[in-house]
């Protein structure tokens, strides 16, 4: 039982500063707003600028699915800190724990599936292009 709250711990650390750190420099990197002009038109990080093409629906929907996932992701990782926090702090209670173990699970599974259709939309879009 230790063992297993050291490794969770270890792991709420790991993900709490690694995914603060990796929030910071993407955000630092690239602001939404460039994020979302790069995406919609990837020649140009000036939005002031109207883009030479027209906006095609592919652009739109990779900006979008893109912004999603970064959602997706930021709500993954507090989720997992409130998981690793709600089951160090379960003092052995077993439905406490129970609990705590399914929030950090689901939070898992909710990033593979974010992944995965990201990987499906952007297959599809590039399918639909060619």
Do not use: E, H, W
Not at 22 to 36: E, G, I, N
Not at 87 to 116: C, E, F, P, Q
């Amino acid at each position: 039982m230790k063992r297993l709250r050291l490794l969770m711990v270890a792991i709420t650390l790991f993900f709490g500063i690694g995914g603060a750190a990796l929030l910071t420099a993407s955000a630092a990197a690239d602001s939404p707003k460039t994020a979302v002009c790069t995406a919609i038109d990837p020649g140009s990080n000036d939005c002031s600028a109207t883009p030479k093409t027209g906006l095609s629906l592919n652009q739109v929907i990779g900006a979008v699915i893109n912004i999603l996932s970064t959602v997706v992701g930021i709500a993954a990782v507090v989720m997992i800190i409130i998981g690793g926090f709600r089951y160090i702090t379960a003092a052995g209670d077993s439905s406490k724990i129970t609990s705590a173990r399914n929030t950090i699970i689901y939070a898992l599974v909710g990033v593979v599936i974010a992944a995965l259709a990201q990987v499906l939309v952007k297959f599809v879009l590039n399918k639909a292009t060619s």
